[in-house]
């Protein structure tokens, strides 16, 4: 059987869509047609239900769907643990960052690794820290750096650089005319917060926690996706929040915003980096370990 027909096969499944796999496989879609017949006959069985609206997996075909995903999976890594034995550092090497790092810190970061091995292929995808964590489970990227440390046997956790939460109060607020900010002046406070798989949150949350102020003793006035949204809900008055110093401190002399750190409350955390504990590493993912560590 054609490898080719199940990445065909799962780039259906996961777009439901033929003409949308056609488009990025960069194949007909009579090709598409074909490779999945192709694969309905060697199974034996439909895999695949076509309306004039989307498509749909039949049982079998979510069955394959799961199997072909670790299929391809495994394939990759072979040729990527393969082509490592070669002299020069290439392949392809996928990092998965959550906001911070994502935004702030990697992009320099891959310029210098770039530098170095331009021979590897780099992507950079930014999430939250529970996504982050599954794409990694997933076998989807190579590495992750996230802003929280990570209980997981089957990951290994590593800090490597310091970070530092501070809060960020609108323009004009009652807060900003104190020079120090203690954690019970937030009770009540409406309060812009990340949402639940956020690095930043759970950090945050335990902090408060450990200062008397819980959560639920402020009012949540929204919950935002993305560091860059918070900031910009916070300029535009919705309530205070906390972020990295890295992200605020451009809004902060552009006076969009103040800054205050807690009295008495360290609110210093460490970025981490994350990589399978028990699966091989290939050379792009050592050199780039190297180049961080």
Same mark, same amino acid.
């Given at each position: 059987?054609?490898?080719?027909?199940?990445?065909?096969?799962?780039?259906?499944?996961?777009?439901?869509?033929?003409?949308?796999?056609?488009?990025?496989?960069?194949?007909?879609?009579?090709? /598409?047609?074909?490779?999945?017949?192709?694969?309905?006959?060697? $199974?034996?069985?439909?895999?695949?239900?076509?309306?004039?609206?989307?498509?749909?997996?039949?049982?079998?075909?979510?069955?394959?769907?799961?199997?072909?995903?670790?299929?391809?999976?495994? *394939?990759? =890594?072979?040729?990527?643990?393969?082509?490592?034995?070669?002299?020069?550092?290439?392949?392809?090497?996928?990092?998965?960052? #959550?906001?911070?790092?994502?935004?702030?810190?990697?992009?320099?970061?891959?310029?210098?690794?770039?530098?170095?091995?331009?021979?590897?292929?780099?992507?950079?995808?930014?999430?939250? *820290?529970?996504?982050?964590?599954?794409?990694?489970?997933?076998?989807?990227?190579?590495?992750?750096?996230?802003?929280? +440390?990570?209980?997981?046997?089957?990951?290994?956790?590593?800090?490597?650089?310091?970070?530092?939460?501070?809060?960020?109060? +609108?323009?004009? @607020?009652?807060? *900003?005319?104190?020079? &120090? /900010?203690?954690?019970?002046?937030?009770?009540?406070?409406?309060?812009?917060?990340?949402? @639940?798989? %956020?690095?930043? =949150?759970?950090?945050?949350?335990?902090?408060?926690?450990?200062?008397?102020?819980?959560?639920? !003793?402020?009012?949540?006035?929204?919950?935002?996706?993305?560091?860059?949204?918070?900031?910009?809900?916070?300029?535009?008055?919705?309530?205070?929040?906390? /972020? %990295?110093?890295?992200?605020?401190?451009?809004?902060?002399?552009?006076?969009?915003? &103040?800054?205050?750190?807690?009295?008495?409350?360290?609110?210093?955390? #460490?970025?981490?980096?994350? $990589?399978?504990?028990?699966?091989?590493? !290939?050379? +792009?993912?050592?050199?780039?370990? #190297?180049?961080?560590?």
């Amino acid at each position: 059987m054609n490898l080719n027909y199940l990445e065909t096969f799962v780039m259906v499944a996961k777009h439901k869509s033929f003409s949308r796999a056609a488009k990025l496989l960069s194949l007909t879609q009579p090709a /598409v047609s074909k490779h999945i017949a192709m694969l309905e006959a060697h $199974y034996g069985t439909k895999l695949v239900n076509r309306t004039s609206r989307r498509v749909e997996l039949t049982d079998a075909g979510i069955v394959l769907y799961h199997f072909a995903g670790r299929i391809i999976s495994i *394939t990759q =890594r072979a040729k990527e643990e393969i082509s490592s034995f070669a002299e020069e550092v290439k392949g392809r090497l996928a990092i998965g960052a #959550s906001s911070i790092p994502g935004h702030y810190l990697l992009p320099r970061l891959i310029s210098e690794f770039k530098k170095e091995y331009p021979l590897v292929d780099v992507s950079l995808e930014v999430s939250n *820290t529970g996504k982050i964590i599954n794409r990694l489970r997933e076998e989807a990227i190579h590495i992750g750096v996230v802003g929280a +440390p990570i209980d997981c046997t089957e990951i290994t956790c590593t800090a490597f650089i310091n970070d530092e939460l501070v809060l960020i109060i +609108p323009t004009g @607020h009652p807060l *900003t005319t104190r020079k &120090e /900010v203690a954690a019970d002046d937030l009770v009540g406070e409406k309060m812009i917060v990340r949402e @639940h798989d %956020s690095g930043t =949150r759970r950090v945050i949350e335990e902090k408060l926690e450990g200062a008397g102020v819980p959560l639920d !003793s402020l009012q949540i006035a929204g919950e935002f996706g993305s560091t860059e949204s918070v900031l910009a809900a916070v300029e535009a008055g919705l309530g205070i929040s906390f /972020v %990295s110093r890295w992200a605020a401190e451009n809004a902060a002399k552009n006076g969009r915003i &103040e800054l205050r750190t807690l009295k008495g409350l360290d609110l210093s955390r #460490s970025l981490h980096l994350i $990589y399978p504990r028990d699966r091989s590493l !290939s050379r +792009p993912t050592h050199a780039f370990l #190297s180049l961080i560590k």
